[in-house]
């Protein structure tokens, strides 16, 4: 059995901190990219982050870059995305999703490639 889970979603102040987790089960993370998505109500969904399963290079949009990190525990079976800084249009369901097709040197940030994806956590960001 497939599985991610996501977890550590909720109500920030703007400026503050979270730290999400997507925990994978029945797999290992050692072979997938893993990507990290956002859907806010109305919009389209984006991806802000990304690491390739081999060499650890990331990708992020504009819109996060330099607040968002990204990064994998493979002992741990579990990805994690780094979220500081945060703005209210930060305001999303974040999605956690892994990609079996092996790329060397990038990951991509496109929803479609991705091959599994969790049920995601609420962040909310707002005074």
């Known amino acids: 059995q497939l599985q991610l889970v996501e977890s550590g979603g909720g109500l920030v102040q703007p400026g503050g901190s979270l730290r999400l987790s997507c925990a994978a089960s029945g797999f290992s993370l050692d072979y997938y990219a893993i990507g990290w998505f956002r859907q806010a109500p109305g919009k389209e969904r984006e991806g802000v982050a990304c690491i390739t399963s081999t060499d650890d290079n990331t990708a992020y949009p504009d819109s996060v870059k330099g607040r968002f990190t990204i990064a994998r525990d493979n002992a741990q079976n579990t990805a994690y995305l780094q979220m500081s800084d945060l703005k209210p249009e930060d305001t999303a369901v974040y999605y956690c999703?892994?990609?079996?097709?092996?790329?060397?040197?990038?990951?991509?940030?496109?929803?479609?490639?991705?091959?599994?994806w969790g049920q995601g956590t609420q962040v909310t960001v707002s005074s």
């Open positions: 999703a892994v990609e079996a097709l092996v790329r060397v040197g990038h990951c991509i940030l496109v929803d479609s490639v991705y091959d599994y």
